[in-house]
């Protein structure tokens, strides 16, 4: 059972988080001004802290900092903080954020993480939307999102298959200054030169036997956004020339045509290959990687953070009245996910469909998944929060 201590002005708010959270058999205080906050604090030495900014905020966040029980701390706002804000908020130790009006199962699966990040590390953990992770590797990751947010520099996104890339990609262009226009993507792999070519820089009538019509590529069409090129590394040397040509001076010409157009757009590119592998051997220009990876973030295997697991299968399950048997999810921390967050996030939809009285249990796993540690063994155990 957490200690929770909700400091908020308004007493509907108040009385709603109060009693849902208890309904989860924590200990709720509700206190509704700066002062009670603080003392309550220093009395109690809460587990974690909801609170609404106008309740004193700068203080209650100063006196967390102090008390033995390093508290996890919620910050209730009225709008999606800006990337300089969200700094600010981590710098200030606050862990996540939840937006009015509220949504109860927004608010379930922000404590119930922000709780878990605690358990794992004494360190206050950073938490961005839509993201899942308290690791100190994910944190890593985290913090150059934000760094990459705040600037308007290409970006080069690694890791395996399945990892993530695009998302981390839209959460950057998501928190950027160019949030409000578009966030296009286009995969790499498997297209003939033309057709890629077409793809990213348009085409005239006439450019090729069937170029019919007039066509915009997706830099045209991605003005003033961003642009992700997935598994960039597949480029062939004409294209690879020509996305240099365009970063040099964000001049592009569709095909068939010698009329260059302007186009401000920001870049961003990832791989599930090494690109340094690749200018070794002679299939990726260095000058293009170079320029293309101003900002580098890796995103580490699933199998490297083992203890990310829980976090991101309750993030799966936010959105239904899906429990998980603890048997269940060490299980799945056992798993060597070699398909990554995209292979576990199936995973967790299958056992869903599987399952029965909304609740998985070890037998709704996939059966790959089953044969797999019933082999290795379990060498990871899991831990869930007490209820009482």
């Not at 699933?302 to 999810?329: C, G, H, T």
């Not at 070699?338 to 199936?346: A, T």
């Not at 044969?371 to 007490?386: C, D, E, M, Q, W």
Request: charged share 25%.
């Amino acid at each position: 059972m957490a200690r929770i201590l909700i400091a908020d002005h308004l007493a509907e708010r108040r009385n709603i988080l109060s009693t849902f959270l208890r309904s989860d058999e924590h200990a709720i205080i509700p206190v509704a001004r700066e002062g009670e906050a603080v003392k309550t604090m220093r009395e109690t030495q809460p587990d974690l802290i909801i609170l609404e900014g106008t309740v004193g905020g700068a203080r209650i966040l100063n006196e967390a900092k102090e008390l033995d029980s390093q508290p996890a701390i919620i910050m209730m706002m009225a709008s999606m903080p800006s990337t300089d804000q969200l700094v600010e908020l981590m710098n200030q130790g606050v862990n996540d954020v939840l937006i009015s009006p509220l949504d109860i199962r927004d608010v379930q699966t922000k404590v119930q993480r922000s709780l878990r990040g605690r358990a794992v590390s004494s360190g206050l953990q950073l938490r961005l939307p839509e993201l899942a992770g308290s690791s100190e590797k994910m944190q890593q990751v985290f913090r150059k999102i934000l760094k990459a947010a705040a600037a308007d520099h290409p970006v080069f996104i690694s890791g395996e298959s399945g990892a993530g890339k695009q998302l981390v990609a839209r959460q950057i262009h998501q928190l950027s200054s160019r949030k409000d226009r578009e966030f296009r993507s286009v995969y790499c792999l498997g297209l003939a030169e033309a057709e890629l070519e077409s793809q990213l820089f348009g085409h005239e009538p006439g450019a090729f036997p069937w170029a019919i019509v007039q066509r915009q590529g997706e830099l045209e069409l991605s003005e003033g956004g961003t642009l992700y090129l997935e598994e960039a590394g597949e480029l062939t040397p004409l294209l690879q020339a020509k996305l240099l040509s365009f970063l040099e001076g964000r001049k592009l010409q569709r095909m068939g045509s010698a009329r260059p157009l302007s186009a401000d757009v920001r870049l961003m590119a990832g791989s599930s290959q090494s690109l340094v592998r690749k200018i070794e051997e002679g299939k990726f220009r260095a000058d293009l990687f170079y320029r293309l990876s101003v900002f580098q973030i890796e995103i580490p295997d699933l199998r490297a953070r083992i203890n990310d697991i829980p976090d991101l299968v309750y993030y799966f399950l936010s959105n239904y009245e899906v429990q998980i048997a603890p048997e269940a999810m060490e299980v799945l921390m056992n798993y060597s996910w070699p398909g990554s967050v995209e292979e576990l996030k199936n995973g967790v939809e299958q056992a869903m469909n599987s399952c029965e009285n909304n609740r998985i249990e070890i037998r709704d796993l996939p059966q790959i998944v089953l044969k797999s540690v019933a082999v290795s063994g379990r060498k990871h155990k899991f831990t869930p929060l007490p209820k009482s």
